[in-house]
């Protein structure tokens, strides 16, 4: 059950980040675009996540999930301190 959910999540993030990157290119916006990376780099700590404790549960994925998922906030941070009009 623990896959499902954790497939689910990246599933989403996957289609936020492509709704939002589809909506920065329609209407020029930047806040759109860091908000689109963001979620690429949390679709990816998804993804690292369910590596990390289904499919390779030996390894410990723990720094490269933590460095990619504070690339992804960093993103959304600076895009929303910086970004916005």
Do not use: Q
């Not at 989403?12 to 589809?22: D, E, I, K, Y």
């Not at 780099?41 to 999930?65: E, K, Q, S």
């Amino acid at each position: 059950m623990a896959a499902f959910v954790y497939i689910l999540c990246a599933i989403t993030s996957v289609v936020c980040a492509a709704l939002l990157l589809r909506a920065s290119h329609r209407t020029p916006s930047r806040l759109l675009a860091w908000s689109g990376y963001s979620f690429i780099c949390l679709a990816l700590a998804n993804i690292l996540l369910f590596v990390d404790l289904i499919m390779v549960p030996n390894y410990d994925l723990l720094l490269l999930r933590n460095v990619v998922t504070f690339a992804g906030v960093a993103m959304l941070l600076y895009g929303l301190i910086w970004e916005a009009e």
